[in-house]
Nanobody, 127 residues
Framework: QVQPVESGGGLVQAGDSLRLSCAAS????????VGWFRQAPGKEREVVAA????????YYADFVKGRFTASRDNDKNTVYLQMNSLKPEDTALYYC????????????????????WGQGTQVTVSS
């Protein structure tokens, strides 16, 4: 059973930075395309970023472009989401999701195409 595990969330002030991590023990994470999603109270889940298996291709939602960066270290079986210049509207539960049903350089942004989901890590940004 694949179970991604997120970490790194917390309570920060506007303008601060956080780095989220997504790890999956017991398997070769390099075969998985990974996406980051978030869901705020009363809102639908939305894609934040995605990264291909190789790490060579990424996708960012418009509202995080220039502020968030997705990366991965396949040797450590970990994917990261560096979040800079955080805003109160970034407050949400952040999830990472993984699928191996993709090509090496493909990024996936549709949540329906992901097979495995973590439990989420809370990010709260105060003004």
């Amino acid at each position: 059973q694949v179970q991604p595990v997120e970490s790194g969330g917390g309570l920060v002030q506007a303008g601060d930075s956080l780095r989220l991590s997504c790890a999956a023990s017991g398997l070769t994470f390099s075969i998985f395309t990974v996406g980051w999603f978030r869901q705020a109270p009363g809102k639908e889940r939305e894609v934040v970023a995605a990264i291909s298996r190789s790490g060579g291709n990424t996708y960012y939602a418009d509202f995080v472009k220039g502020r968030f960066t997705a990366s991965r270290d396949n040797d450590k079986n970990t994917v990261y989401l560096q979040m800079n210049s955080l805003k109160p509207e970034d407050t949400a539960l952040y999830y990472c999701a993984a699928t191996f049903r993709s090509s090496r350089e493909v990024v996936i942004i549709s949540p329906q195409q992901y097979d495995y989901w973590g439990q989420g890590t809370q990010v709260t940004v105060s003004s």
